[in-house]
């Protein structure tokens, strides 16, 4: 950790000296750090979840310069806790999660953010059954999962488009109404898909 605090941090002061590059010296210029949150939920071996800057709670991994009234870079921040993820509510829905369900080994899914409008969920829910390979049919008359409340239809097509989409987050922005969990929103006789 401390060799990344180092680059970062040399790399952050480098750019806001001014002293630009050999070939465009005395220039400030625009430079992007890979990641600026670990990635707790990112599947895969744990070195390619530790990229960050900053935990997902918000604290950060080391001192890279970045945070204000922070003095210099490279200092390792003793004991950071990495972030655990949090679990959504949507109180009346029959699809909300369970409280205290196990995560589910890794997998994860795609609803629809709490306070989200009844027209942004008919979007959602008309554009997510309106494309290829997505299948609606269980939230139709008589399907499993067909319910009168908007909300648990939107979410459901929302998570069938994200599961056929890769599963990355842009497949579940949705405008910014939609929300990824790792609490499986399955509910009765109605299974959500999942990897």
């Known amino acids: 950790m401390q060799h990344a605090a180092d680059y970062n941090g040399n790399l952050i002061k480098h750019v806001e000296s001014g002293q630009g590059t050999p070939l465009m010296p005395n220039r400030k210029f625009e430079t992007y750090i890979f990641a600026l949150f670990n990635e ?10 530790n990229w960050g800057l900053f935990y997902p709670n918000l604290t950060p991994v080391y001192n890279a310069g970045v945070m204000r009234n922070q003095q210099g870079a490279g200092g390792s921040i003793p004991n950071p806790k990495p972030a655990q993820p949090s679990t959504p509510t949507m109180p009346g829905n029959p699809a909300t999660p369970a409280p205290g369900k196990p995560n589910n080994g890794g997998k994860v899914w795609c609803i629809a953010k709490p306070g989200v409008t009844n027209q942004a969920l008919q979007q959602n829910l008309d554009y997510a059954c309106s494309q290829p390979g997505v299948d609606c049919g269980p939230i139709q008359p008589g399907g499993s999962c067909f319910s009168s409340d908007i909300r648990s239809q939107a979410s459901y097509a929302m998570n069938a488009y994200y599961q056929k989409n890769g599963r990355n987050n842009l497949s579940c922005d949705f405008s910014q109404t939609g929300l990824v969990t790792s609490i499986n929103p399955s509910h009765g006789p109605c299974t959500y898909a999942s990897p």
């Open 40 to 49: 707790n939920q990112k599947p895969g071996p744990q070195a390619e979840k």
